[in-house]
């Protein structure tokens, strides 16, 4: 729950600088950013995950962090900004994480689809879903499926975008 979280992670972010714990810095900032999220605070996510990505010393964790941010851009309809999220968390993560670079694939295939590129978007999808499922992460395996359903039915495939739907709705239930 955000809202107990919240005050815990306060507590440890003042632990991390009273201590010189740049790495407690890093994700207690970063994990208050995803508390913003989740309580629709996008303003003070975008913010406390920009800082947390410029805090973590490691490319890999600066990744996940700015794939956060595109999530609070994409879920502002800031579409630039979490295109460009998204592509610096790529970028960040070259050779690093590939469950951090599946969910920027993902969100990246959500802003081209909603900008007007349903062939990149699909692309992306289909390779946001074979890492997450190289990956075992079956909530990242139903957002890519249900993703290429929107696809799909945004241009006409009633049955294929059925099929994906229902698809998505059973790795759901399964987890």
């Keep these: 729950d955000p809202d107990t979280a919240t005050p815990l992670l306060?507590?440890?972010?003042a632990s991390g600088r009273r201590l010189d714990e740049p790495f407690v810095v890093a994700f207690a900032t970063q994990y208050l950013?995803?508390?913003?999220?989740?309580?629709?605070?996008?303003?003070?996510?975008?913010?406390?995950?920009?800082?947390a990505a410029a805090l973590h010393q490691d490319p890999g964790l600066?990744?996940?962090?700015?794939?956060?941010?595109g999530v609070a851009a994409l879920l502002a309809r800031s579409y630039e900004a979490a295109a460009e999220a998204f592509s610096g968390s790529l970028a960040l993560n070259e050779g690093?994480?590939?469950?951090?670079?599946?969910?920027?694939?993902?969100g990246l295939g959500l802003v081209r689809w909603l900008t007007g590129s349903p062939g990149d978007a699909a692309s992306l999808e289909r390779e946001a879903l074979l890492l997450m499922r190289d990956v075992?992460?079956?909530?990242?395996?139903?957002?890519?499926?249900?993703?290429?359903?929107?696809?799909?039915?945004?241009?006409g495939e009633w049955g294929h975008a059925a099929r994906l739907a229902a698809a998505a709705e059973a790795v759901w239930r399964s987890i």
């Design 62 to 69: 600066a990744a996940f962090a700015m794939a956060d941010v």
């Design 96 to 106: 690093h994480d590939p469950w951090t670079r599946s969910h920027a694939l993902w």
């Design 136 to 155: 075992d992460d079956r909530s990242g395996v139903a957002l890519c499926v249900e993703a290429l359903a929107w696809f799909a039915a945004s241009e």
């Design 33 to 51: 950013g995803l508390a913003s999220l989740f309580q629709g605070d996008l303003v003070a996510a975008d913010r406390l995950l920009r800082d």
């Design 10 to 13: 306060e507590e440890a972010l």
